[in-house]
């Protein structure tokens, strides 16, 4: 092991992480908050963390925007390290822990591209879409704005799709940047919009079945029905 690994790996024991999550989440645990993908992270990397519930309006007082400025969630705390945004924090673990960057240089930096792409390039047309039926679905102009922004992401769909073809993962083996690409495209499950595109629902899919995410979804789901989740 390098020394900078080294170092890495002793920093990862030093204290173990914690982070913020829905008190009860709008999406009534179906894995939805960006906390699941923070928690996922960290069970592919088998680091240990703690969670500590928020609500509504402890979000918006001085102690919690201490820490996220914008009063959301998730957040991540560990020793004086204090973090928000939730593909920082992915990229904070997957930097600290073997498991979510490859070893190679450019297959990591290849890695760290998709993690980009998945919020600054899948995700905006999806949130504007959900921005469009949830928020502005009582205007009057509603009716022809929503398929617009509809069909903007039908197009990064078919863009990501061609791109992924018959493989597993975007890039060879299972990385950071299909943690970040698969939760941004679970956003869509409920539009039905993901089934138009197979490959891409198989890959959401054969995400979702990996231990790590099992486990992280059954955590989040427990928080949010009170009551354990089976994961087997």
Known sequence: MSNIAAIAAARSVQTTPTITAFERSPDGGMGLARDTRVRWALEEVDQAYEVRLVSFSAMKEPA??????????????EGDLALFESGAIIFHIAERHRGLLPEDADARARAITWMFA???????????????????????????R???VTERVRKRLRELSDRLGDADWLDGTFSAGDLMMVSVLQRLKPSG????????????????ARPAYRRAFAAQRAVNTDRPVAVG
């Open 193 to 208: 919009l993901l089934e138009e595109f197979p490959r891409l629902a198989a890959y959401v899919a054969r995400a979702e």
């Open 146 to 148: 929503l398929p617009l």
């Open 64 to 77: 919690h925007r201490a820490v996220h400025p914008f009063g959301q969630i998730p957040t991540y705390e």
């Open 118 to 144: 998945a919020v600054s390039t899948v995700e905006p047309p999806i949130l504007e879409r959900e921005n469009a039926r949830l928020l502005e679905g009582g205007e009057i102009w509603s009716a022809e």
